[in-house]
Nanobody, 119 residues
Framework: QVQLVESGGGVVQAGGSLRLSCAAS????????MAWFRQAPGKEREFVAT????????YYADSMQGRFTISRDNAKNTVYLQMSSLKPEDTAVYYC????????????WGQGTQVTVSS
């Protein structure tokens, strides 16, 4: 089992920045690919970004490329999402997720943290 706890959400004005954190516990953190997803009210959950276990590769949804940065600190068992140039349409609950490898589904999920971008 892997437990994930997100933090860092809040209210920010459009154009501002925010950094989300996701603390993991339970298994060897570096063995897991990590990702961020988000879900806006009335919409499907969507992929934001992912990072490999060693942190050497990252992938982003097209709409987040250049504005969001995913990173991880395996010594702290934490993955981050740095968000900048935020837009009102970035308002959503942001979730982190973990899986043991790219051929597996996202097995573990956090409870989510709310991000609200005001115009």
């Amino acid at each position: 089992q892997v437990q994930l706890v997100e933090s860092g959400g809040g209210v920010v004005q459009a154009g501002g920045s925010l950094r989300l954190s996701c603390a993991a516990s339970g298994r060897t953190f570096s063995n897991y690919n990590m990702a961020w997803f988000r879900q806006a009210p009335g919409k499907e959950r969507e992929f934001v970004a992912t990072i490999t276990g060693g942190g050497d590769r990252t992938y982003y949804a097209d709409s987040m490329q250049g504005r969001f940065t995913i990173s991880r600190d395996n010594a702290k068992n934490t993955v981050y999402l740095q968000m900048s140039s935020l837009k009102p349409e970035d308002t959503a609950v942001y979730y982190c997720a973990a899986r043991i490898g790219p051929l597996y589904s996202w097995q573990y999920w956090g409870q989510g943290t709310q991000v609200t971008v005001s115009s």
